[in-house]
């Protein structure tokens, strides 16, 4: 079935043109910004200050022999029928939490692990992942933008459901618990306080409710942008593309609507610590929840308080 084109995807569209814009004054000014000398084909490094932004993550991975404990933790609603006051702006509730670490192999590569709790009946998620610096912009162009490539298989533990059929739920057995998550990051640093990210993503769910996509495409933006020596506003949405017939079914059936995750955040670094103080409408964490799941509404009051802390521990001779 055609996708008909709408308008967050001219705007993706346009971001995706502003990224491969090699113009002179971004590559003066991302020079001086980083107070490098004119190094050919010298590499930029630190175009995020984490491996995540809010909901996606960015094409940063660790240093060698380096580890990076993360946790990440989804409030309620803060307003809604679900929320204010009586909820305490949704302080009350939590809808997910996940405890991860990440392990530099190489400066390039690193791997993951991860237990989050999850936002819909599918939880008790175990996630394992690798991520792999494909391409590093250079300061000269040579290499306009990053490249980062991304995988995760995640395995859920919950008890199954197979007293109902059509629930997600229903498994016959462990391949049906698995689920997997692909993507390209691309990214670039424009200078010392604007960055920028590009990421289509490919999530494939072995077993879904009844008339559920078991693969989606999708594709994310994001961005950070600094206003002082250790803040920063950083930004991400993702667009997912479904399959019309069968969204207009779930939506019927289940009395609820599906919406692309938005997140604003504030990032702070504190030492060894970053910080990331967040407002999304994604009640899950994991790719292959909140691309496919989203079902809250920024319009409705149907927004979250989240944070994000990361800690690092260099564990180089």
Do not use: C
Request: hydrophobic share 40%; net charge positive.
């Amino acid at each position: 079935m055609k996708t008909q084109i709408a308008k967050p995807q001219i705007i993706i569209f346009s971001v995706l043109l502003l990224l491969s814009a090699r113009t002179a004054f971004a590559q003066e000014e991302l020079e001086k910004e980083l107070a490098v000398p004119s190094v050919k084909n010298e590499k930029v490094k630190a175009t995020f200050k984490s491996t995540k932004l809010i909901n996606g993550h960015t094409n940063e991975t660790l240093y060698k022999n380096e580890l990076d404990f993360k946790v990440d933790h989804r409030f309620g609603d803060i307003a809604g029928n679900d929320g204010g006051i009586r909820k305490f702006f949704g302080l009350d509730n939590s809808t997910d939490v996940r405890i991860g670490f990440e392990y530099g192999i190489t400066d390039n590569l690193t791997v993951g692990l991860a237990r989050a709790k999850g936002a819909t009946a599918v939880q008790q998620l175990y996630e394992g992942s690798l991520k792999y610096r494909l391409l590093q912009q250079t300061t000269d162009d040579h290499i306009p933008f990053a490249v980062t490539l991304f995988g995760s298989n995640t395995i859920a533990a919950v008890s199954a459901n197979k007293d109902d059929p059509a629930s997600p739920i229903a498994y016959d057995g462990f391949k049906d618990r698995q689920n997997w998550v692909a993507q390209i990051i691309l990214a670039r640093k424009f200078n010392a306080n604007l960055s920028f990210t590009l990421t289509p993503s490919y999530v494939h769910r072995n077993f879904t409710a009844f008339r559920d996509q078991n693969d989606m495409f999708a594709i994310g933006v994001g961005g950070r942008m600094k206003f002082s020596r250790r803040m920063a506003i950083v930004i991400d949405y993702f667009l997912p593309f479904r399959n019309k017939a069968d969204k207009a079914y779930l939506e019927e059936v289940t009395a609820t609507k599906f919406y692309n995750p938005l997140g604003i955040g504030l990032e702070m670094e504190t030492g060894g610590h970053v910080f990331h103080l967040n407002f999304t409408n994604a009640t899950a964490i994991q790719e292959m929840q909140f691309i496919p799941q989203t079902t809250s509404s920024w319009l409705k009051g149907q927004y979250r308080w989240g944070f994000s802390i990361s800690r690092r521990f260099s564990f180089a001779k």
